[in-house]
């Protein structure tokens, strides 16, 4: 057996069709209006008495669990009967919500779907830690979320990265912010990724996004390069699978950094955006009321419910 070999095996082997299962499932609970809807849904259910309020990792495990039916000619058989691997690789959150720190915040199932956590994590020796496959799923998720939001957002004209690959003011206003936030490393790790198209992608990203030619390959090509980065096609040692680390695949700080960087810039021009505190606080208005008026509804259906079961034992 291979070294290569050896390792798969002591991750718990590895396998693709579960890492592709995972990362197609694995945003299915998150609501519309991304984490602005999550907070506010999290509020409802904790005042209504639900103690793990809600959150959209436990809601994707609920859903290809519970909610979702693959039997169309029976109902009762609920989920969608995936096996334990691709269960287990879609934990990205491998716990309930605690009551401090990062399980307060992040969590894999509620309360109520125990049963089907165990069964997915009954073959893990290590509590907390997530399988190989949730893993790879979870850095691919990283990788196509700051690639691909950062494309559509310069394209909308939200982004500003024609200033920024340009240099000067704009440039400095968000290194400056990424060294309050993140660190001065952050700041260095921008500067290596914004490096790339101003040296090698001539003046199509340097001007505002008009949907030339030029600029659509121009993006091909940066986002092209970006992927082969972070996915160390021309240095393995940087992304690899690793048994005796504390996560199961290593990536390297370089990496993990760069990716963080390119995060920031949907925090500080789309998420933080004074302009978007109007839009935020309607789109929490409208998920509240949603809330509310399918929680009437509920409560009307059980009334009925218990009002016919009432009716026919008398």
């Known amino acids: 057996?291979?070294?290569?070999?050896?390792?798969?095996?002591?991750?718990?082997?590895?396998?693709v069709d579960v890492v592709q299962t995972a990362c197609l499932a694995h945003d299915l609970g998150h609501p519309p209006f991304g984490h602005i809807a999550e907070s506010e849904l999290d509020k409802c259910a904790i005042e209504n008495g639900v103690l793990d309020g809600f959150e959209g990792n436990p809601q994707s495990f609920r859903i290809v669990t519970y909610v979702a039916i693959h039997?169309?000619?029976?109902?009762?058989?609920?989920?969608?009967?995936?096996?334990?691997?691709?269960?287990?690789?879609?934990?990205?959150?491998?716990?309930?919500?605690?009551?401090?720190?990062?399980k307060k915040q992040k969590w894999g199932y509620y309360f109520g779907d125990k049963g089907s956590f165990e069964f997915a994590r009954s073959r893990?020796?290590?509590?907390?830690?997530?399988?190989?496959?949730?893993?790879?799923?979870?850095?691919a998720d990283d990788v196509a979320y700051c690639i691909h939001?950062?494309?559509?957002?310069?394209?909308?004209?939200?982004?500003?990265?024609?200033?920024?690959?340009?240099?000067?003011a704009e440039s400095d206003l968000f290194l400056q912010?990424?060294?309050?936030?993140?660190?001065?490393?952050?700041?260095?790790?921008?500067?290596?990724?914004?490096?790339?198209?101003?040296?090698?992608?001539?003046?199509?990203?340097?001007?505002?996004?008009?949907?030339?030619?030029?600029?659509?390959?121009?993006?091909?090509?940066?986002?092209?390069?970006?992927?082969?980065?972070?996915l160390a096609?021309?240095?393995?040692?940087?992304?690899?699978?690793?048994?005796?680390?504390?996560?199961?695949?290593?990536?390297?700080?370089r990496l993990r950094s760069e990716v963080s960087a390119l995060k920031g810039l949907?925090?500080?021009?789309?998420?933080?955006?004074?302009?978007?505190?109007?839009q935020q606080f309607g789109q929490r208005r409208l998920i509240r009321e949603l809330f509310e008026i399918l929680l009437d509804a509920a409560h009307r259906r059980a009334l009925m419910e218990l009002f016919l079961r009432l009716s026919t034992s008398n």
Request: hydrophobic share 40%; glycine share 8%.
């Open 266 to 278: 949907m925090r500080f021009y789309v998420y933080e955006a004074p302009a978007l505190v109007a």
């Open 149 to 168: 939001d950062i494309d559509d957002f310069y394209r909308a004209g939200t982004i500003p990265l024609d200033r920024i690959l340009a240099g000067g």
């Open 177 to 230: 912010h990424l060294s309050e936030t993140g660190g001065s490393g952050a700041a260095e790790a921008a500067t290596r990724i914004f490096k790339f198209p101003h040296d090698n992608l001539g003046s199509d990203l340097l001007v505002p996004f008009q949907g030339t030619s030029g600029q659509y390959r121009a993006l091909r090509l940066f986002e092209t390069k970006l992927i082969q980065r972070f």
């Open 124 to 139: 893990e020796t290590h509590p907390d830690q997530r399988s190989a496959e949730a893993e790879i799923m979870d850095w």
């Open 233 to 253: 096609i021309s240095r393995p040692d940087d992304l690899r699978l690793d048994p005796n680390g504390e996560s199961r695949l290593h990536v390297a700080p």
């Open 71 to 102: 039997d169309a000619h029976d109902v009762k058989k609920r989920g969608l009967n995936l096996t334990r691997a691709s269960l287990n690789a879609l934990l990205k959150y491998p716990w309930s919500r605690g009551v401090e720190g990062n």
């Open 1 to 15: 057996m291979n070294v290569q070999k050896k390792i798969i095996k002591a991750v718990g082997e590895i396998d």
